[in-house]
């Protein structure tokens, strides 16, 4: 149970269905990766996939430790918790249509959309998270600053550069120039400004 803040403004039910999405996401987002990782036609691309899959297996742990430490119990349903699941569903049946009906190209670049979209949560998520803990305090406040410390550039890479493989293995497709792995990749993006730097770059680096 989450209970002390500096300014008892916090609504504290909201930031316990934070935490609850937050684990949710993480194990949706492993479905998510070994769905993804069977539609990866590009053998950098499943290599990645595959490192990213095992970071969200250990992002899980995380929490759960954190949950731990903070008394919250990871076994508690919300209404948040089962829109997380059902989002995860399609996903998974989007992939899997694209890989019966579209061939594998199509299969890749909808796997790489869907990771993007599973990712756009998990690090929204982890952003919230992040600037809670700096609105928490004492044992909770520590616990969320940990867990963000541990995730956090993770998280950034997941989203920044799952995005550049999606944009650059659509010009791929489309039969225009496409740098691959894509420039995100080279330039270890891990902001959101580095990612818009590296897109702005890329024409140098066709
Ligand atoms: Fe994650």
């Known amino acids: 149970m989450v209970t002390k803040d500096k300014n008892d403004a916090l609504n504290i039910a909201q930031v316990e269905e934070l935490m609850y999405q937050a684990l949710e996401t993480e194990i ?9 990782i069977t539609c990866a036609r590009n053998s950098e691309l499943r290599k990645e996939w595959q490192t990213y899959l095992e970071e969200t297996e250990m992002h899980e742990e995380v929490l759960r430790k954190t949950f731990e430490r903070i008394s919250l119990d990871p076994e508690v349903e919300t209404p948040g918790r089962a829109v997380l699941r059902s989002k995860v569903r399609a996903l998974v049946a989007a992939m899997e249509m694209a890989k019966a009906d579209g061939g594998p190209g199509a299969a890749q670049l909808v796997a ?9 949560k998990d690090h929204q998520n982890w952003e919230l998270i992040g ?3 700096e609105n928490l305090d004492g044992e909770a406040a520590a616990a ?11 998280e950034d890479e997941h989203l920044y550069h799952t995005m550049g493989w999606a944009r650059e293995l659509w010009f ?3 039969g225009m120039p496409a ?16 990612a818009a730097r590296a897109k702005q770059q890329r024409e140098e680096m066709l």
């Open 144 to 154: 969320l600053a940990e867990a963000h410390g541990k995730v956090e550039d993770q």
């Open 172 to 174: 791929e497709s489309l």
């Open 179 to 194: 740098v691959l792995p894509p420039p995100e990749e080279e330039k270890k993006v891990k902001t959101a400004i580095g």
């Open 28 to 36: 949706g987002g492993q479905l998510v990766y070994k769905t993804a």
């Open 131 to 133: 600037k809670l803990a």
């Open 112 to 120: 790489a959309e869907c990771v993007v979209e599973a990712e756009t």
